[in-house]
Structure formats: structure tokens, C-alpha cells
Nanobody
């Protein structure tokens, strides 16, 4: 399974970005998917996750109400729509796949990782 994240960039505070993660090698519907982020000097932290069925989603408290995770089985992609961005959202964002199909906050539960895409929010 290969994951390719894209969509990062530089945006002003209050703006929006949409990250996309393309899954190849296996179909998206086999996996739960998650987004994590890592700021310089910080540990990787959970952002959002969606179950294999799409019926269950999880969000970090810091992004709840601002970020939305969604999956498109036809396109084999999972997106992270980010709105009302803040400077503290600045980080490298990673998508990850979990083979048992359960949305989870623990990075150690995920089996496959993408390469990351940089998001920078200016104040």
C-alpha cells in the first residue's frame, strides 16, 4: 500500500486548505484512514480519522469543528478539509492507513504512512 499526500501550502490565518491522500496498491475501502501532524520540535499528533465504512470519524479537540475528514472509495482518496486555520496548525501533515478498518487516535495502530505535506499558517 502506498499513500501520497498533497494539498499543503502557505495560507493566512482564517483561511482554508484541503489536503488529499491517494491510496494505491489496495482499495481504500479496506482501511481506516487517519491524518496526523508534526510541528518542528514536537511529537507527531493525531488530527482526524475515519473508519473503513466511513460511518465513524474521530477528531482531535484542537481541530473539532474546523476540520472535516472524508473518504471517496471511487477515487481511492481521503481528504482533510481544513478551515479557520490558525498559526498553531502549522505542521507537516501525514496520512496513514489502518488495516483493521477501525478509526483510532494512536499512531502505533496505523500500518502505512504517506510522506507528508507541509502546511504553514501565517498570522
Amino acid at each position: 500500500v502506498q499513500l501520497q499526500a498533497s494539498g499543503g501550502g502557505l495560507v493566512q490565518a482564517g483561511g482554508s486548505l484541503r489536503l488529499s491522500c491517494v491510496v494505491s496498491g489496495r482499495t481504500l475501502k479496506n482501511y481506516a484512514m487517519g491524518w496526523f501532524r508534526q510541528a518542528p520540535g514536537e511529537e507527531r499528533e493525531f488530527v482526524a480519522a475515519i473508519s473503513r465504512s466511513g460511518r465513524s470519524t474521530l477528531y482531535a479537540d484542537s481541530v473539532k469543528g474546523r476540520f472535516t475528514i472524508s473518504g471517496d472509495n471511487a477515487e481511492n482518496t481521503v481528504d482533510l478539509q481544513m478551515s479557520s486555520l490558525r498559526p498553531e496548525d502549522t505542521a507537516v501533515y501525514y496520512c496513514a492507513a489502518e488495516r483493521f478498518g477501525t478509526a483510532t487516535r494512536r499512531a502505533s495502530d496505523y500500518d502505512y504512512w504517506g510522506q507528508g505535506t507541509q502546511v504553514t499558517v501565517s498570522s
